[in-house]
């Protein structure tokens, strides 16, 4: 895959998981949850107490009206950028993204939010100059393998993913019923939570021998998008399914450079 | 001394938590890829809509459709809401003033009133627990006043 074809596919996917992510905030809109909880009403005083802004530019850029505006206008950009990667219009998707995540208090869905930004700004970087076409690339790639690699050392540190009671107990907990009664189901069966644990850990650790193993990636990439799509099977996290499909393809490219 | 350090000085606390409020805001930018690994504190969200009502759990459960790949919104928003549960979990280790001041409690206070209205409209007012679940000990870390449906 050529670099040309690696940017305009890492534009078009994350135009779709961006696009995705609008709809999603746009069927939200008429949801009283969603528009009297998260009403600037309640979110004025923090903002204007931690934002180096003027209390009127707060106002401004976070009031009710001014968030369905930037979320039409991201769906807008992010449909756009599907067809034609241009600097300016992943720029914009870049600021209204960090400004959606400020205005959920950080992050609206965690990760997946991050993985959003770090995409757009590989993006940006790729498509200010044609010279730093590879480095956009390669920094998003660095951010996926070190994703990979950082939840792997944190489960490998921590006994109980080793032992599978952390699987088990991320199960027994998760907020789709469905992985409630696979958890109930296998109760007096933790050695099959300890051997997805381990696989897990294995998956997530084994991202840094792509540095060393680059020729590895095809089925590593295909092991990822199962992983993910497990991920959202058992938790329900679909946005991440997404965003990380999104950045597939630059890593893909950038780890292909050292073959 | 300059009159800006002095000034500095005496505002440390007031200064030093704004800028880790404003970090947080922005920490969108700085991604920390941690993901499951906070094990084995759960955190019970209990309610009661009545003084003679026992108190009853929160049920975060959601069901998953054929479409939730492509859109899972109120999945999603719960997510969001549980996470605000966490934050406010976290706020009042560390928090000593007024709690109904801080956003979490208002928009924890705000979207389980809101979803219990919606499920029971003829409800006059809610109390709302929060335990925690620690070494299969469960115990209460906060009880909400009573709050009147006209009072939202």
New interface residues.
């Given amino acids: 895959m050529n670099q040309d074809i690696t940017l305009r596919l890492t534009t078009a996917l994350i135009g779709f998981s961006i696009a995705l992510s609008c709809l999603e905030y746009i069927l939200l809109f008429r949801n009283r949850l969603f528009s009297k909880v998260w009403s600037y009403a309640h979110l004025e005083n923090e903002l204007i107490q931690s934002l180096p802004f003027p209390k009127k530019l707060t106002h401004f850029l976070f009031n009710d009206e001014s968030f369905k505006v930037l979320v039409t206008l991201q769906m807008v950009l992010a449909v756009t950028s599907m067809s034609n990667a241009h600097f300016l219009v992943v720029l914009t998707l870049l600021m209204i993204q960090i400004l959606i995540c400020i205005r959920f208090r950080g992050t609206f869905n965690g990760g997946s939010d991050f993985m959003t930004v770090v995409v757009l700004t590989g993006l940006c970087i790729s498509l200010a100059d044609p010279t730093l076409g590879r480095a956009g690339l390669i920094y998003i790639s660095v951010h996926v393998i070190y994703s990979y690699y950082k939840a792997g050392l944190v489960k490998i540190k921590n006994t109980e993913w080793i032992k599978g009671d952390a699987l088990y107990w991320f199960f027994a907990n998760s907020p789709i019923h469905f992985t409630q009664q696979i958890a109930h189901f296998l109760k007096d069966r933790k050695f099959i939570f300890q051997f997805i644990s381990v696989l897990v850990i294995f998956f997530e650790m084994g991202s840094l021998l792509l540095i060393f193993f680059p020729k590895g990636i095809l089925p590593y990439m295909c092991v990822a998008i199962v992983f993910h799509f497990s991920v959202y099977i058992t938790f329900g996290l679909n946005r991440f399914f997404w965003v990380w499909l999104a950045a597939w393809p630059a890593t893909f490219f950038a780890v292909s450079l050292l073959i | 001394m300059s009159p800006w350090l002095k000034f500095a000085i005496a505002q440390r606390d007031f200064i030093l938590s704004?800028f880790k409020?404003?970090l947080?805001?922005?920490?969108?930018?700085f991604?920390?890829?941690?993901?499951?690994?906070q094990?084995?504190d759960?955190v019970e969200l209990r309610f009661k809509l009545s003084e003679q009502m026992t108190w009853q759990t929160y049920n975060?459960?959601?069901?998953?459709k054929p479409w939730?790949?492509?859109?899972?919104?109120?999945?999603?928003?719960?997510?969001?809401?549980?996470?605000v549960l966490e934050?406010f979990v976290s706020d009042l280790q560390t928090f000593d003033k007024d709690v109904e001041?801080l956003?979490t409690y208002?928009?924890l206070r705000?979207?389980l009133v809101?979803?219990l209205l919606?499920r029971w409209p003829d409800t006059l007012k809610i109390q709302f627990q929060i335990r925690i679940l620690q070494n299969g000990q469960k115990s209460e870390l906060f009880s909400s006043p009573w709050i009147d449906k006209e009072s939202l």
Avoid at chain 2, 60 to 64: D, F, H
Wanted: hydrophobic residues 45%; proline residues 2%.
């Fill in positions: 704004t409020n404003f947080h805001l922005i920490r969108v930018i991604p920390t890829w941690n993901f499951f690994d094990v084995g759960a975060w459960e959601r069901a998953l939730s790949l492509f859109s899972n919104a109120s999945h999603n928003l719960r997510l969001a809401h549980y996470n934050h001041t956003t208002k928009l705000s979207f809101l979803d919606q």
